[in-house]
């Protein structure tokens, strides 16, 4: 069974509900260690935190861009705690294990989205963010790697109901999520990439999308469906709010995107009859 949470490491761009899961983590006797912002709104809070640069004992330098990527950091979340060439790994250079990891990136996609210029846009490609979420996911087995906020209570519960310590059915899931976030960061950089440099075609392309409903069934009754949400969205179907009626269907919503996409292509009001 894996040891309860004892250090977490919480670095966030949003800061929703940082107060209450540090304060809790902070009353749960956890060592919390942070940097930049995030440690300095956590003090505001009167929580109690060790700056990482205290905690590996160097510095951060170049305007923030190296704060986390340091050994002490990557062993204390990458290290099997049931590994004995590990553990003594950890004993031989000073490396504390980090247990929880609570990290959500640089708001790369929003900043593209605001319409910045390109320098602005490359300062919010996070770097240490995504490599700490994909070292914690890896070893799942002994870390909880958090990286949204609405996931703070589920946490809360399940160390509740652990006396402090955290499932692997639980980090498993948590695992999987990071994993998404970080893929989905990765691929909107690329397109940004792409869109930059003119590249209509890109040698490799990644389409992301966000969950935001089950369908009754797909195109035919025995299937299943589901509709995603890829990148902000622009009026249309999946913006739309249905006013009356059953769950409209696969086939509803592709006849009614076809319509919707018709009518866009006149500057007169024009209307649309599919059937």
Known sequence: MVEPIRRALISVSDKSGL???GTYLAVHGVEILSTGGTAKALRDSGIGVVDVSEHTGFPEMMDGRV?????????GLLARRDNDDDLAAMEAHGIGGIDLLIVNLY?????VEAGADEAACIENIDIGGPAMIRAAAKNHAAVAVVVDPDDYHRLISEMDAGDGRTTLEFRRGLAAKAYRRTGAYDAAIGTWFAS????????RTLFTGQLKQT?????????T??????GPARPGVVSARQLQGK????????????AFELVAEFEDTACAIIK
Request: aromatic share 10%; hydrophobic share 35%; glycine share 8%.
């Open 247 to 258: 769950e409209l269907s696969f086939n509803n919503l592709n006849d009614t995107d076809a």
């Open 67 to 75: 704060k986390t990527l340091h050994p002490t950091i990557h062993g």
């Open 19 to 21: 107060t209450e899961i």
């Open 107 to 111: 708001p790369f996609e929003a900043t």
């Open 215 to 223: 369908l009754r069934y797909g195109e035919n009754p025995h299937q």
């Open 225 to 230: 469906a589901a509709v995603y949400v890829g």
């Open 196 to 203: 930059v440099m003119g590249e209509e075609f890109p040698e």
